[in-house]
């Protein structure tokens, strides 16, 4: 009954190359949220009026700006990605 509950060993301890595409991964999605932010602050999708849809509207702003801070990334981003990744791994090689 404990076969059922037990933990394949590749789930159980990630290789190298799966940590390593993790980290990647997280430090691309952190840079994007970080864009999407700025974007928010610059003011893009924001509504010119009270009678443009208010509230929805700020929901599919907020969509669209994290649409374009994702191709930014994909695009080569600001360099964020890189500085995350590298944080990521030190603190990684830290812990071990």
Do not use: C, W
């Amino acid at each position: 009954m404990t076969d059922l509950l037990s933990i394949p060993p590749s789930m159980a301890r990630p290789s190298g190359a799966e940590k390593k595409a993790r980290a990647l991964d997280a430090a691309q999605k952190l840079e994007a949220t970080f864009l999407a932010e700025m974007l928010k602050s610059t003011g893009l999708g924001a509504q010119k009026n009270s009678l443009s849809g208010e509230q929805t509207e700020d929901h599919f702003a907020s969509f669209h700006r994290q649409a374009i801070a994702d191709q930014m990334v994909k695009s080569g981003g600001i360099g964020l990605t890189e500085a995350f990744y590298r944080a990521m791994m030190e603190a990684q090689n830290d812990g071990e």
